[in-house]
Nanobody
Framework: QVQLVESGGGLVQAGGSLRLSCVASGLTSTMGWFRQAPGKEREFVAALRPFGSTVYADSVKGRFTISRDNAKNTLYLQMNSLKPEDTAVYYC??????????????????WGQGTQVTVSS
């Protein structure tokens, strides 16, 4: 059983930065971040697969960076140049196997509880 715990959310001014963390209790392979704003469907943000392969949503390219500390089995999302439209609950997701479609939420078996990110204008 894989358990995920996110942290690092909070309130920040537009243009500021935050770093989200996701600690996994078990071994994982593919890991990613999704977000959900009020009144919207959950959307893909970024994913990281073995050998350093990364995928980003167009809305965050150049601003967000996904990374992983393999020794600690911890996933990070560095968010820079934040915009009010980035406001959402951010969720960590993981699976024990390599995924060919990491941008699809249905590919992941495990999810964290979410952490709120609020960006003020």
């Amino acid at each position: 059983q894989v358990q995920l715990v996110e942290s690092g959310g909070g309130l920040v001014q537009a243009g500021g930065s935050l770093r989200l963390s996701c600690v996994a209790s078990g071994l994982t392979s593919t890991m990613g971040w999704f977000r959900q704003a009020p009144g919207k469907e959950r959307e893909f943000v970024a994913a990281l697969r073995p050998f350093g392969s990364t995928v980003y949503a167009d809305s965050v390219k150049g601003r967000f960076t996904i990374s992983r500390d393999n020794a600690k089995n911890t996933l990070y999302l560095q968010m820079n140049s934040l915009k009010p439209e980035d406001t959402a609950v951010y969720y960590c997701a993981a699976d024990v196997s390599y995924k060919t479609r990491p941008a699809y939420a249905a590919e992941y078996d495990y999810w964290g509880q979410g952490t709120q990110v609020t960006v003020s204008s």
